[in-house]
C-alpha cells in the first residue's frame, strides 16, 4: 500500500452532522465538517489516551473526543483540554495527523501522506464535458468491496480478456482472441482506446440501446496517483455511458470500490434503479473471480505470474506501483503487524513542515529497493 496518493474515502452524504470513522491503508481516520461545511480528515487516535475519536461528536466544528472530551479543529490541532481548566495552556504536542481532503463529484478525495502541497499530484478531471451539460447527463454513486489487493482489482477493471468468461452483460463469446492494442503512457494516466462487437443490451435499455451494433469504441484509462479506472462506452454515439471507478486500499487482502455510472440516455429518475442493478451485476461477477486469488497480493516480481501481452495495460501500472515501491512509498504492513504496543499514523504534511512534537509515530515504510521493473 502507497502513502502520497489521493484516496476516496466516502460518499459526501455520508459525512453529516456526526463525525464518520474510516479506515484505510490498514489505519483509522475521522471525517467531519467543519463551520464552514468543509469535510476535514483526521488520524482517528486521540494523543491522550488512545480515544477513537470518531465516537466523539462535532462540537463548533471541531471533533470532541468521547474519552476526556478533548477537542481537535480541522488542522488536527487541540483546542480545548476541559481538565486544564479555562487558563491552561495547552501543549504543542498535544495535535493529531490532518489530511488534505478535496469533495468533487459527490466523492470526499483526501491525500493520505506527507508531500507539500506543490508538490502533491493533481487530481483527475473525470467529467470535464459533462459537468457544464446539466440535465444532460445522469449520475448514480455506489460502493462495493473485493476481497484482494487493490493492485489486483485495477489491474482487473482494465483487463481485456476476461470479459467474455466473467460479465454476462457485455462478454462477447464469438470474441475470445484478444485484438492488438496500444497503451499511453503518461505522467499521471495511462490510456488506451479499443473497439469491439458489442452484445444486445437487455432490458429497458433495449429501447435506447439498438441491437446488431457495428463495432464500438471503448476508452479506458487508470488514473496512477489517484487510483482509479475511467470507462467511456461509445454505446450508439451519441449516447455514451461512463463507469469512474476508485480503489481504495483497506489493507492489503481488502478493497474498497467506489464507483459513479453516469449516462447521456435514459436520464429520468425512474431509470437509476435499473442502472445501478447493472452495475452491481458486473461488481458482483468480478468479485466471484477476485474474491478467490492466490495470492491476494501481487506477488512481488512479473516473473511469479505467466503474463501476456494482453495483459500490458494492468502490468504497465503494476510497473508503476512497483517503481513507487523501490522510491520508498510503501507501507511495511508486516511491520506493524509484529508489534502490539504503538499505534501508528499515516504521516501528514504538517509533519514534513514540523517533524518534531508529534506524539505518535508514523508508520514504518518499506526500504527502497531494485524491484523488478
Known sequence: MLINNWYVLALSDEVGTEPLGVHALDQDFVLFRDEQGQVRCLSDICVHKGGSLCRGKVVDGTVQCPYHGWRYNGAGECVLIPSLGPDGKIPKRARVDAYPTDERWGWIWVFLGDLPEAERPPLPDFFPEYEAQDGEWRFNRGKAQFQCNWVRAIENGVDRTHAVFVHTDFGNPERTVAAPYEVVDEEHRLYCIG???????????????????????????????????????????PKSQIIVTAYTPINEGLTQLTFIQARNFMTDEKYDEDARKRVFLVLGEDAAVLDHLQPARVPPLLSDELLLDSDKHGVMFRKRVKAREAAGDAIDTRAIRNEDDYARVIPSPARSRDPKNWVLRPVPMRPGDDADQ
Open 195 to 237: 473497439a469491439g462487437k458489442p452484445l444486445n443490451k437487455r432490458g429497458t435499455w433495449r429501447d435506447a440501446i439498438p441491437d446488431q451494433r457495428d463495432e464500438r469504441e471503448t476508452e479506458v484509462q487508470i488514473y496512477v496517483p489517484a487510483p482509479s479506472i475511467r470507462i467511456q462506452m461509445h454505446m450508439q454515439p
